[in-house]
């Protein structure tokens, strides 16, 4: 089922870097080579910011698609979200996409839980409202406002030219709400037949709840690579693709 909805068009190929400011050379170097897209890490406590390094990545390239791979809606709320991918949208118009999920590695580096799936739908519900131009509800606390972008058209943010989201999911009811309410669906290591029927049953449901097709869906399974060397150990292969696999 994978590979019918794969192959129905031609295949795109990204690379993710782990966030650097020095990650604009790969990206660059990437778009040189056919690269598709380009994503960048988000994890505070690990590696570098990744709005500033995706505004590098924007300057010094001119086709590659450039993404959070992925965000969260607990690192920062939502209108300051919106705010990151409409700016860059000025830097990269048409580039850009929104990649996020609950939140793993820059919520558990603090000790803290990954963000609730209630979270997740209205911190996505506020940023795709805002960077469409529309008022939307926000809410913190028992506070609640309609809010809006206050000067669209006067070159501070790019709402002209659309951001799609991009859900991640990898547990039943996560791959769900990627399929309910993505654009786009990130998976992680799901290599194996098996493994990507059954996350694609689940994100197919999602779909279908809102009235979608899993083909409707840009689907972007993430895995590692790497290049061993003779007398590489096992320890060594698990130090280098550990953290994505």
Not at 24 to 30: N, R, S, T, W
Not at 149 to 155: A, R
Not at 222 to 231: D, I, K, V
Request: with cysteine; hydrophobic share 40%; aromatic share 8%.
């Amino acid at each position: 089922e994978f590979r019918r909805v794969l192959f129905r068009s031609a295949m795109d190929f990204g690379i993710i870097s782990l966030t650097t400011v020095e990650s604009y050379k790969d990206v660059a170097f990437a778009e040189t080579k056919g690269f598709t897209h380009a994503w960048l890490a988000d994890s505070q406590m690990v590696w570098a910011d990744v709005y500033q390094c995706m505004a590098l990545s924007a300057t010094k390239t001119t086709t590659i698609k450039l993404g959070t791979n992925v965000t969260n809606p607990s690192s920062r709320i939502a209108p300051v979200t919106a705010c990151n991918f409409a700016t860059l949208n000025m830097l990269a118009p048409g580039r850009v996409i929104m990649g996020i999920g609950t939140g793993n590695t820059s919520r558990r580096t603090l000790g803290m839980p990954a963000a609730k799936l209630a979270e997740l739908r209205t911190h996505v519900d506020v940023c795709r409202g805002l960077l469409n131009g529309e008022t939307v509800p926000y809410q913190e606390g028992e506070r609640k406002r309609m809010i809006k972008f206050l000067n669209p058209d006067s070159g501070f943010i790019n709402l002209k030219h659309p951001v799609p989201i991009y859900v991640a999911g990898s547990g039943p009811k996560t791959l769900e709400l990627a399929g309910e309410i993505g654009d786009g669906v990130i998976l992680f290591g799901t290599v194996g037949d098996s493994l990507l029927g059954y996350t694609l049953s689940h994100v197919r449901r999602g779909a279908e709840r809102a009235g979608k097709r899993l083909e409707d869906l840009y689907i972007l399974v993430l895995t590692a690579l790497h290049f061993t060397t003779p007398g590489e150990s096992l320890a060594d292969l698990q130090q280098a693709v550990g953290p994505l696999v």
